[in-house]
């Protein structure tokens, strides 16, 4: 049980009594204890999925409140850190830590968001991330953030675009993470539409609202948590519409052109839903 009462997950899908692995040889080899914080409940299961298929332990926290008593109360070798979160972000969240932590009990701590703009990374390393992992997570960066303690090249990490032409649902996609799972693939491609599925009408009920208050700064919430879950299931013309939102909604968008914005997204969330019914 992690500080923050949420279990943890090791390769077999069984909970993990302690950050260590077990090399070839038969010798346990020491492996970083991990703290995952992310709120979205779709890329915290890929990212627990995948953890826990490369043979790692990971504890959970849903926001920057949950991290910080999770920090204080247990240690951790490494924080994947998602950046927009509610009640207190990622950004806030890593200034707290480096200030209040010790020396002897900082961790790496490596940003998530679905694109990193020149901004976003420049505020990112003025509050002490140590570097970046893109969403959606996948396997291979994973596992290199794992190995190293470090993230791909910020260079290398390229935002999500809005493609007008992509299409609706992608199988591909989760077919290549049911094949990172193993033999459970099936059921963990299965279990994560129907995740999904169970979120829609909150997630659309919140974009209405939005457009209907002209609330720019809500409508680019939703939308930037929407397009990291949306790609990791391959909804990639949603995944592009909730970047376009997200994008727009950051400037001083009219209520009107945020109420029309809103519409638009509601509507790609009801082609994405239909799509992934479709698929179970």
Known sequence: MSPTGTTTARSD????ASGKGVATDGVESPRPNVLLVEDDTVTREVVLLLLGRLGY?????ENGIEALAAVHAGSYDLVL????MPEMDGIEATRRIRVELPAQRQPT??????????????LCRQAGMDDFLPKPVHVQELAAVLG????????????VRGARDAPVYDPTVLVALAA????????VRRDLIETYLSQDEHTVRAITAAGHDGDGEALAFTAHALKAASATLGLLALSGAATDTDAACRTAAAPVDIALAAAGLVAECRRAAAALRGAL
């Open 13 to 16: 899908g069984a909970p993990c």
């Open 57 to 61: 332990r990971a504890d959970v926290a």
């Open 81 to 84: 850190m998602d950046v927009h």
């Open 109 to 122: 701590v490596i940003a998530m968001t679905a694109g990193f703009s020149t901004d976003d990374q420049v």
């Open 148 to 159: 190293a303690r470090g993230a791909p090249n910020p260079a290398a990490v390229t935002p």
């Open 180 to 187: 990172d799972m193993g033999a459970e693939g099936e059921e």
